[in-house]
């Protein structure tokens, strides 16, 4: 190694993050993560943005990630902070988004001595490794930095095993590493971000050829898109598999806003009881193939489990396996087996007939309610307004709670963009994941407005990061507040203290957050976002 080829651990860690098209680092200094922090600097176009906390770091992270379909990064300190941030991380793993967590860690040399430094525990005579354990369950990956000569090739790792697991990686880096030179050849060198399933080509295409047998001898095929799709990032296979096959398709509820749904072969949202039209559930349930492309079965996403699609006549296509009817290929990720099937439909397309499409409204069709009525907002007369209100190019963040059940009835324009933390469902994460989503958009100058839909017990989680000046044009985003006087969802038992939460007064939060021209989308006699909306 060459002084010429020498680079510092810190700066090889933010340059190989820049090559993966990151361009900000989220958030909170501490004093064993200072000096690394210093290397952003020295890396073109890459920025720091300090968020209010370490929790709200990680939900921002987790919104850019979402976003921009890249790994989200998130700095913390050692021990307090980094438990701070654990509750994000856990929710990006439960929902498949990949995030990149740095921490700043004691220095080596404390380590080996165990010194009783602040924010040890003191439990195993001052293990300082002890918070690293915590995190094992939320993890795919993780390395701890020790060694300069062995920092570029762990870090190229645990990069690579994110971005193809599209799960959380952990990376612990000793406060006195990140000024320590390394050899920087490794930069020159592509990471190796292609997801294969090694020595298993031929069952890739066994498979591809039984889905299209299949699919070709069906009388009635349909296609059921999911959220796995969005999350491995094969919205644009999904879709032309949509075109090749010619079919009904349907989405689920973390699945929406991943296809067109002014397609007139889009038959609605399947969710088994909280499908959407409710005749979507036997629609769907009635074709003789099913093509299910990346399922997630878990309550929130099956309406509490109760889809029922025959598993005789599904084909399933999974990162861990792929099926067609009870055939199954254990440890065949679906990624390959996606962009094989694409090329094959592409150069042999299906003999079958096109199948017709049942008519049918997909999404129900709330009546338009008269603007000029004074009587307060309920949910009806919002979900309608909200539906005529959203437009091309938009993206939506909805809370968990109210917000969430009530925005899987939006029928969204094209090109719109949609996400819920739907499964995890931790309150609070959409007003700090907002920041990640802006930032993520201002990086790929991404047209349309970000509406975040909001209730009060949630906002009070986390609404200090309204307050972050980082967002970088945020100042354009519409807010719409609504104040229940207590936890919406928990009012079905209405006499309880317990739901009840403290009023705010947000007058100076909402000016800021709204633009006069947004004001002026609602209707005349509506409440102004200024004061609170009428309760629910």
């Known amino acids: 190694m060459t002084k010429e080829s020498q680079i510092p651990v810190g700066e090889y860690l933010f340059r190989r993050l820049h090559q993966l098209g990151l361009r900000h680092i989220l958030g909170v200094p501490g ?42 990064a998130v700095i913390t300190t050692y021990g307090v902070g980094e438990l701070s941030a654990i509750n994000g991380i856990a929710g990006a793993y439960s929902e498949y988004v990949p995030v990149i967590h740095i921490v700043g860690n004691t220095s080596r040399d404390m ?48 990069i690579e095993t994110c971005v193809k697991t599209r799960l959380p990686v952990y990376l612990f880096v000793p406060i006195d590493v990140p000024d320590l030179m390394t050899d920087s050849s490794r930069l020159s060198i592509p990471l190796d971000l292609e997801v294969r399933n090694e020595g298993r080509e031929a069952h890739e295409d066994e498979v591809v050829s039984e889905i299209v047998r299949a699919i070709d001898q069906a009388s009635s095929p349909g296609v059921l898109i999911d959220v796995l799709v969005q999350r491995h990032v094969l919205v ?46 036997s629609q769907i349930e009635g074709h003789d193939i099913i093509l299910h492309v990346g399922p997630f079965p878990v309550s929130a996403n099956t309406g509490g489990f109760s889809t029922n699609l025959p598993g005789d006549k599904v084909i399933k296509l999974h990162p861990s396996y792929c099926s067609v009817g009870n055939r199954v290929w254990d440890g065949l990720d679906f990624r390959p087996v996606v962009k094989k099937l694409v090329q094959r439909l592409n150069k042999q397309p299906l003999t079958r007939k096109a199948s017709s499409v049942p008519k049918c409204q997909p999404y129900k069709e709330t009546a338009h309610v008269d603007d000029s009525c004074v009587d307060g907002l309920d949910h009806k007369r919002f979900w309608d307004r909200l539906s005529r209100y959203i437009q091309p190019n938009d993206f939506v963040i909805a809370e968990v709670g109210t917000s969430q059940f009530g925005s899987l009835d939006l029928k969204l324009p094209d090109n719109c963009q949609y996400f819920s933390q739907l499964y995890y469902s931790c309150i609070g994460f959409t007003v ?19 509406i975040l839909l909001v209730g009060d017990g949630s906002l009070q989680m986390t609404v200090q990061e309204f307050g972050n000046d980082h967002t970088g044009g945020a100042e354009g985003r519409p807010s719409l507040w609504a104040n229940n006087a207590r936890y919406s969802i928990e009012r079905s038992h209405p006499r309880s203290p317990c739901s009840s939460i403290t009023i705010f007064r947000r007058n100076g939060t909402t000016r800021r957050c709204c633009r006069s021209s947004e004001l002026r989308m609602l209707p005349p006699t509506w409440p102004r976002p200024t004061r609170s909306l009428a309760r629910f």
Request: include cysteine.
């Open 31 to 72: 004093d064993f993560n200072l000096n690394l922090l210093d290397h952003i600097y020295n890396v073109p176009d890459m920025r720091w943005v300090g968020t209010c906390n370490e929790l709200n770091a990680a939900y921002a992270a987790d919104g850019y990630a979402r976003t921009r379909g890249i790994p989200g």
């Open 111 to 158: 380590q080996r001595n165990h010194v009783k430094i602040h924010h040890t525990l003191w439990m195993d005579e001052w293990d300082h490794t002890t918070y690293q354990k915590m995190s094992e369950p939320v993890r795919k990956d993780s390395a701890f930095l020790t060694d300069p000569a062995t920092a570029p090739e762990q870090i190229d790792r645990v």
């Open 236 to 281: 644009g296979d999904a879709k032309e598999l949509i075109e090749q096959i010619n079919a009904p398709f349907y989405i689920t509820p973390m699945g929406k806003s991943i296809v067109n749904e002014s397609d007139p072969r889009f038959a609605g949202l399947y969710g088994g009881i909280v499908s959407n039209p409710s005749s979507a559930q």
């Open 432 to 450: 700090p994941a907002l920041l990640g989503v802006l930032l993520a958009r201002k990086e790929t100058g991404a047209e349309g407005r970000v």
